[in-house]
């Protein structure tokens, strides 16, 4: 089962079916991902929460050392996507999990953080003001961490975010035991009952209203540590909050090749610390890309991470066009490109495997998780 042949198929387990017609519009594929089931379920200690929540992340390796590194075990492949469940009274588990493959072909292709640095050129980012657009979809679908960071709602009741959000590589940050997702809202007008009288040029005032979160889940991809090259592969996270939120919430999807993405260009939205209190929405072109990885320059800053990487594409299935998560933004990467230093901010990018995994989190029934 560890054979080389096996992982090949495992890492690319997708059918991706790209239409040809002389009229053809970006669409999303077909794909057929891997099954991915828990195994067993171990109690652990409970963690101290002693870590310092860090609003980027550090890694070494960037796009041509992933593309040469040697590809993982099969075993190491399991290891990376099982799992700790923290949950809201402080107890934590570790779920090992089994991968099925039941279709195979697809494609695939297989990230050095320093400054705070995060803007190129002529700063592109727009704030979104006023709840005509904050209340609307897709900007509504954007939330604030309590640990500063960014996430996007997924399900009903679940939040897509970045693993370092929550977790250092090495323990939980303080505050992921309490940790809580912001919702803007327009704030209540004080005794204004009787005037009528507002100034439209001034954007409406918003407030934060906060749900506590029941679990959260993070790969041990992440949590083995960021000593080695992959870990920056596998910052991401699901919460679970302790009610429905009530809002239009974006699906997840695996993420196609950049150059079958829409002029190679991705979205996303976030609470950038340096615009605090806004909601800030950016787009911009994928510079280059490993398996697991994206590699733009969109304009952020540090409380961005952890946002959605959304693109809009073509459901040939229910003719019509669809917004889909397909990474999950991580942060400000120095990277050594042939002897030369240069940045990048980095995606997570959604593969087949994190697919099946953070579906399977959301569903809890493989069966709906079978068409990525």
């Given at each position: 089962?560890?054979a080389?042949?096996?992982?090949?198929?495992?890492?690319?387990?997708?059918?991706?079916?790209?239409p040809?017609?002389?009229?053809?519009?970006?669409?999303w594929?077909?794909y057929r991902?891997?099954?991915?089931?828990?195994?067993?379920?171990?109690?652990?200690?409970?963690?101290?929460?002693?870590?310092?929540a860090?609003?980027?992340v550090v890694?070494?390796?960037?796009?041509?050392c992933?593309?040469?590194?040697?590809l993982?075990?099969?075993?190491?492949?399991k290891?990376?996507?099982?799992?700790?469940?923290?949950?809201?009274?402080?107890?934590?588990?570790e779920?090992?999990?089994?991968?099925?493959?039941?279709?195979n072909?697809?494609?695939?292709?297989?990230?050095?953080?320093?400054?705070?640095?995060q803007?190129?050129?002529?700063?592109?980012r727009?704030s979104?003001?006023?709840k005509d657009?904050?209340?609307?979809?897709?900007?509504?679908?954007?939330?604030?961490?309590s640990?500063?960071?960014?996430?996007?709602?997924v399900?009903?009741?679940?939040?897509?975010?970045?693993?370092?959000?929550?977790?250092?590589?090495?323990?939980?940050?303080?505050g992921?035991?309490?940790?809580?997702?912001?919702?803007?809202?327009?704030?209540?007008?004080?005794?204004?009952?009787?005037?009528n009288?507002?100034?439209?040029?001034?954007?409406?005032?918003?407030?934060?209203q906060?749900?506590?979160?029941?679990?959260?889940?993070?790969?041990?991809?992440?949590?083995?540590?960021n000593a080695?090259?992959?870990?920056?592969?596998?910052?991401y996270?699901?919460?679970?909050?302790?009610?429905?939120?009530?809002?239009?919430?974006?699906?997840i999807?695996?993420?196609?090749p950049?150059?079958?993405?829409?002029?190679?260009?991705?979205h996303?939205?976030?609470?950038?610390?340096?615009r605090?209190g806004?909601?800030?929405?950016?787009?911009?072109?994928?510079?280059d890309?490993t398996?697991d990885?994206?590699?733009?320059?969109?304009?952020?800053?540090?409380?961005?991470?952890?946002s959605?990487?959304?693109?809009?594409?073509?459901k040939r299935?229910?003719?019509?066009?669809?917004?889909k998560?397909?990474?999950?933004f991580?942060?400000?990467?120095w990277?050594?490109?042939?002897?030369t230093?240069?940045?990048?901010?980095?995606?997570?990018?959604?593969?087949?495997?994190?697919y099946?995994?953070?579906?399977?989190?959301?569903?809890?029934?493989?069966?709906?998780?079978?068409?990525?």
């Open positions: 089962m560890a080389l042949s096996t992982l090949i198929l495992l890492l690319c387990a997708a059918t991706s079916v790209m040809s017609s002389p009229h053809w519009k970006p669409t594929p077909s991902v891997p099954v991915i089931l828990p195994q067993s379920t171990l109690n652990l200690d409970k963690p101290q929460f002693d870590a310092e860090r609003l980027e890694s070494p390796c960037g796009p041509a992933h593309k040469s590194s040697p993982p075990t099969y075993e190491e492949v290891n990376y996507l099982s799992y700790e469940t923290l949950y809201a009274n402080g107890s934590l588990t779920t090992e999990v089994g991968i099925y493959i039941l279709s072909g697809g494609d695939g292709s297989r990230g050095r953080t320093r400054t705070k640095r803007i190129y050129g002529y700063d592109s727009f979104i003001f006023g657009f904050l209340l609307n979809y897709p900007f509504s679908t954007s939330v604030k961490l640990t500063g960071c960014t996430g996007t709602l399900a009903e009741k679940h939040v897509l975010t970045a693993a370092h959000c929550i977790h250092d590589g090495k323990s939980y940050v303080k992921a035991q309490k940790l809580r997702v912001g919702f803007l809202k327009p704030k209540q007008k004080d005794g204004s009952k009787g005037s009288i507002t100034n439209s040029a001034m954007p409406e005032k918003m407030k934060f906060w749900i506590r979160v029941k679990r959260t889940h993070v790969p041990k991809g992440w949590i083995k540590g080695n090259d992959i870990g920056m592969d596998y910052d996270a699901l919460l679970e909050l302790k009610k429905p939120h009530k809002r239009k919430f974006m699906k999807g695996v993420s196609p950049a150059r079958h993405l829409p002029g190679g260009r991705i996303f939205s976030g609470y950038d610390n340096d605090p806004n909601l800030v929405y950016r787009f911009c072109d994928v510079k890309e398996y990885l994206l590699y733009q320059q969109c304009d952020a800053q540090p409380g961005a991470s952890g959605g990487v959304y693109v809009r594409m073509w299935q229910n003719h019509k066009w669809e917004r998560i397909i990474g999950i991580s942060g400000h990467q990277v050594d490109m042939n002897g230093p240069q940045d990048f901010n980095v995606a997570v990018r959604i593969t087949p495997l994190k099946a995994q953070i579906c399977y989190w959301i569903k809890g029934n493989y069966l709906d998780c079978r068409e990525g």
